[in-house]
Each structure stands twice: as C-alpha cells, then as structure tokens.
C-alpha cells in the first residue's frame, strides 16, 4: 500500500458586504472574502493539500482565476472535482484536518456542519474530516479582521 501526506495553506482579504463561506457552509457575517471563486479559502486549502499529496500542483493550475469558467463557482465542485482526480489516480482520501484562523466572527458552532459538508463532498466519513477553528488573539493580519488564514493536511492510500 502506498500513503501519501500533502498540504495546503490558502488566505483571502476580507471586505465588508461580501457573503462568507467556510468549509462549505454559509456563514452569518457582515463582511465575506475577496476572490475569483465564492471564496472558501477552507476548501480552497483543502484542494491545495490533495493535490499536494500527488504532486498534482495546485487549485490556481486546475481552475485558473483568469478563467470565466471558475467566476464565482461553488468550491464544493471544486473539492468534488479534486477528489475525482485523486480516485483517478488510483488514491482514496484517508483522512484530512483543516485549521482555520479567523478573528470575527466565531465559527465555533459550524464546524460540525462544515465537517458533515466537506465529508459529504469527499464522500468519506465525518470522523475522517477535522476541523478546527481558532483565532490569533488579535496578532497579525487574521487578528486585525483583515482577512482569513487555512492550514489543511491531507492523508491518501492507495485504493
Ligand atoms: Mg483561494
């Protein structure tokens, strides 16, 4: 059996009036992420530690943000559309933990949602996907609202 580990790393700028997703949920919020996409950037580094995992590049090279096919797009397909390349690749997704950094608001209470989401979209099960939330207690870019930092981590074997 061949294992094989990647990960991902993604920020997007937050700006007032955008609406918010994160892992795959909607999120109650007065500001939202700047992007090509509808600007998970939860998702966005989760495809990024896929991808990594089989040296398969990244998101940017998949689904270019100069390209009016990805304007906007639900990151769900993208995810989905990953996943459909790992499964290709002769690969099944063993397990992932994502680690969001987000200062306002708190996204404690999405996560279970957000875990349910992105096992869903992966077709695993939710005790294969962790997600955790936290804040940089006000340090940083993430600390002053300025924007959104995501680590993931991606574990596959072969199939
Ligand atoms: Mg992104």
Not at 32 to 39: L, R
Request: net charge negative; glycine share 12%; aromatic share 6%.
């Amino acid at each position: 059996m061949d294992i094989r580990i990647g990960q991902g790393y993604d920020v997007h700028v937050l700006q007032s009036g955008l609406p918010m997703w994160l892992g795959g949920v909607k999120i109650l919020s007065d500001k939202g992420f700047v992007a090509h996409s509808d600007g998970d950037v939860a998702i966005h580094a989760l495809c990024d530690a896929l991808l990594g995992a089989l040296a398969l590049g990244d998101i940017g090279h998949h689904f270019p943000d100069t390209s009016d096919e990805w304007k906007g797009v639900d990151s769900k397909l993208l995810l989905s559309k990953v996943c459909a390349l790992v499964a290709e690749k002769g690969y099944a997704v063993s397990n992932v933990d994502v680690t969001i950094a987000l200062q306002a608001p708190k996204i404690g209470r999405y996560v279970p949602q957000m875990r349910e989401c992105l096992a869903s979209v992966m077709g695993i099960a939710v005790d294969r996907v962790s997600v955790k939330a936290t804040t940089t207690e006000r340090l940083g870019f993430v600390g002053r609202g300025e924007g959104c930092e995501v680590w993931a981590v991606a574990l596959l074997t072969t199939l």
